[in-house]
């Protein structure tokens, strides 16, 4: 049986990767201006994870990670990253620190955009891994408990 992915790209995955390219307009925005960074990167977060939510409820739940779970989790790494960023670099413009938010400003706008494409590389391997075996097994979780579990008793004495 063949899946058409199809709908996936256009639904899932392409709203997915403009969310995760908004926060990328704080590296353009002078460090100055705190409160636009800090919004857009606040915006972001909390969009891909109203968007986590919403998608959430339309895939099957199952007890592994798939290739999707891995991009969304790593991307969601990244729209933190940047969320840092936009504080550190405003942070250092308080501190009389021109500089040095201006060089971290300036680098974070080609470094975001190629843990992008390594977090879309290593989602497709850790999957591809996962499925033969070499990160962890599929497995339900009531098996994944049994084996990790068994033999240990636990107390509030």
Known sequence: ????????HINVILPLFLTICMPWIVFWIPSSQMGPRISVSITAMLTLTAYRFAIGSSLPKIAYLTRLDWFILGSSLLVFISLVEAVITSSLVKRKRLDLARCINHSMRWIAPVIFLVIGFFSRRIQAASAIGLVGRKMSLGVWKSRHFRGLRFSLS
């Open 1 to 8: 049986m063949k899946r058409d992915s199809g709908y996936y």
